[in-house]
T-cell receptor
């Protein structure tokens, strides 16, 4: 099946620094990728939709200036957590779909997640 | 919140028993999907059922969908210890944006 990778798998950073997380679709092209965050023992919450070649669409309540998303190519999207604070500590997961149009009933393939700890 | 609800929140069974998880959602959907997540890991897609389908099978998995009640169930038959994980339903209301349920933590004891 389709494979999505994330890098790094875990990262520890100090308050005030920025952290970049990469999401790559390894064997398919994805015009659309999604970023989620998950707190311990909770569900996934969609943060934003990343569109190749255009600005990301953020969900209500997600600060676009804090969570910078860049979808530079059809196989790579990055999430940068700027000026990180301890409350940003979470599990960040990306997903991608091999759909060309971005519509329709296609399953998404999820990355393994990145655990961010801000000290 | 648009998030779906799942019950039970936690389920503990013995190997060989069946496990049933339920999911309720709030809006009209194109499809509903079930995912499994092992602790601290990414999600694994289990099964997708479209809004015009009522039941779907995949191996030991059986999913039902009742759009009139806005609910779905996932049945895992003859469970194994390796089935221990969290299970999430996710609804796709369009443009592939998934809204996840609250999840059911399943523990299967040998």
């Amino acid at each position: 099946g389709a494979v999505v990778s994330q890098h790094p798998s875990w990262v520890i950073c100090k308050s005030g620094t920025s952290v970049k997380i990469e999401c790559r679709s390894l064997d398919f092209q994805a015009t659309t990728m999604f970023w989620y965050r998950q707190f311990p023992k909770q569900s996934l919450m969609l943060m934003a939709t990343s569109n190749e070649g255009s600005k990301a669409t953020y969900e209500q309540g997600v600060e676009k200036d804090k969570f910078l998303i860049n979808h530079a190519s059809l196989t790579l999207s990055t999430l940068t957590v700027t000026s990180a604070h301890p409350e940003d500590s979470s599990f960040y997961i990306c997903s991608a779909s091999p759909s060309l149009t971005g519509r329709g009933s296609y399953e998404q393939y999820f990355g393994p997640g990145t655990r961010l700890t801000v000290t | 919140s648009q998030q779906g609800e799942e019950d039970p929140q936690a389920l503990s069974i013995q190997e060989g028993e069946n496990a049933t998880m339920n999911c309720s959602y709030k809006t009209s959907i194109n499809n509903l999907q079930w995912y499994r997540q092992n602790s601290g890991r990414g999600l694994v897609h289990l099964i997708l059922i479209r809004s015009n389908e009522r039941e779907k099978h995949s191996g030991r998995l059986r999913v039902t969908l009742d759009t009139s009640k806005k609910s779905s169930s996932l049945l895992i038959t003859a469970s194994r210890a390796a089935d221990t994980a969290s299970y999430f339903c996710a609804t796709d209301a369009g443009f592939q944006k998934l809204v996840f349920g609250t999840g059911t933590r399943l523990l299967v004891s040998p």
